[in-house]
């Protein structure tokens, strides 16, 4: 693999305003990757792996919908964001989509078990992880 399709970004956008990219907030998701990036003075870069994501849900408003835009929420098994919002990016069902794709095609490459995710999305939900009957807060 050449450096230049190493370096190449499978999906990146900015939360928008008005359907206009207009904020410091971006999103791409690169080489096993999902990045998250704020600031403009002071940056914060984040990154979590993609076979992490539990779960996706797509919300769009008459207005996300009248601008093209809408919130990709990513519940993940990650420790410093089990919520993660995608907030009003372009084309929120092909993107959905996509990383749908994506976190299975990266499950199946690295042979993630269903052991390996088992009782997460509970704990981070606050279902009943170890059976008692009493839901975990």
Known sequence: MSKKQKDEYVWKDRKRYLGLPLSFTRYAVKDQRLYYTTGFFNTTEEEMLLYRILDIKLNRTLGDKLVGVGTITLYTA????????????????????????????????????????YGISKDIMGFDSDGDGIPLV
């Open 78 to 117: 990650d420790k410093t964001h089990p919520k993660l919002e995608l907030v009003r990016i372009k084309n929120p069902k092909k993107v959905r989509d996509l990383l749908s794709k994506l976190v299975e095609n990266e499950r199946i490459r690295i042979n993630a078990q269903g052991r390996e995710l």
